[in-house]
C-alpha cells in the first residue's frame, strides 16, 4: 500500500463531502501486525500491506525495529508508523536504517509494558512524535 497526498480534481462524479468522507474512512484504517522476533517495518509483511502499527511481544528476548530508509518511498510522503512494546520482559529497540537517527540518537530503546512510539521521517531522519 502506497500512501499519497491529496490532489486537487475537477471531477464532479461524487459530491465534497463524500470524498473527504471516503477519504478519510481510507486513511482511519490502520494496518497492524503481532511481532516476537526482530523486523524490518514495513518491508516484513509478505502480503504487500505495509503495517502502520506494530505490537511487539518481547518475552522470548529483545526485539529489534529496524526502520526503512528516512529519505525514500512511504518515509519520504510522510507515513507514520507506531511501534507498541506489549508486554513487560526485554526490550524493543527502534533503530534507524544505517547511520540516520531518531531524535539525534542512532536507537531508541523501549523497556516498559505498553510503552509506544509514533514516528514520522523528515526526509532525512526520523523523528517521535507521539509517546509514553
Known sequence: MTYQELTQTDDLSETVPTKINSNFLYRAML???????SFTAWADDTAGSPKDIYFCASAGGNVTVT????????????????????DAANDVILDGDGSQT??????????SQYDYRTI???????FVIANN
Open 31 to 37: 494496518n497492524g501486525a503481532a511481532k516476537t522476533v
Open 67 to 86: 526502520l526503512p530508509d528516512a529519505t525514500a518511498d512511504d518515509a519520504l510522503l510522510g507515513r507514520v508508523v507506531t511501534i507498541f512494546k506489549v
Open 120 to 126: 514520522m521521517s523528515n526526509g532525512t531522519e526520523w
Open 102 to 111: 531518531i531524535n539525534g540518537a542512532t536507537t531508541v530503546t523501549m523497556s
